[in-house]
């Protein structure tokens, strides 16, 4: 296992994801997470930065259905609306593309309850990195 592939697996742990339910070619992702008691802060609620991560990566695996795994879906603006507060259980996280650029791209997501609430909602501007050269400026910086 690669270190780059133990990175990846680390942070879908740490965000509780389930599944990878959709892959669409067209730009759309859907993902099952599952929120923990631990992810909570007051009175059950899941803390908001989950739930920006789980739409974030929603987003971030939709531009990689459409763009191809030689790219690298950065973040240069992301803004998360709440609707309603996310409890412990499963959660689905949808992104798609809004509009798409030669490097710059729009994404809109939300995140789900099971019954179909939309709890948050986000857009997002990414930036499409190459690959090759997101890590070897990554090795450069860690000396790695």
């Not at 990878?20 to 803390?47: F, I, N, W």
């Not at 179909?116 to 930036?127: F, P, Y």
Request: hydrophobic share 40%.
């Amino acid at each position: 296992m690669s270190e780059d592939t133990k990175a990846d697996q680390s942070l879908h742990d740490a965000l509780g994801l389930i599944r990878v339910v959709k892959l669409d070619p067209e730009g759309r992702a859907t993902l099952e997470y599952e929120a923990k008691p631990s992810m909570c802060h007051s009175g059950g609620v899941v803390q908001g930065g989950f739930i920006t991560g789980w739409i974030d990566a929603a987003m971030a695996h939709a531009a990689m259905a459409k763009n191809g795994r030689d790219i690298v879906p950065m973040s240069l603006e992301l803004k998360v609306s709440f609707f309603a507060p996310a409890r412990p259980g499963k959660v689905i996280a949808e992104g798609w593309v809004e509009r798409h650029g030669k490097r710059t791209t729009f994404y809109e997501g939300h995140l789900k309850a099971p019954d179909g609430t939309v709890l948050a909602k986000a857009t997002s501007t990414i930036l499409l990195a190459d690959m090759s050269r997101v890590v070897a400026a990554s090795k450069k910086a860690t000396g790695a």
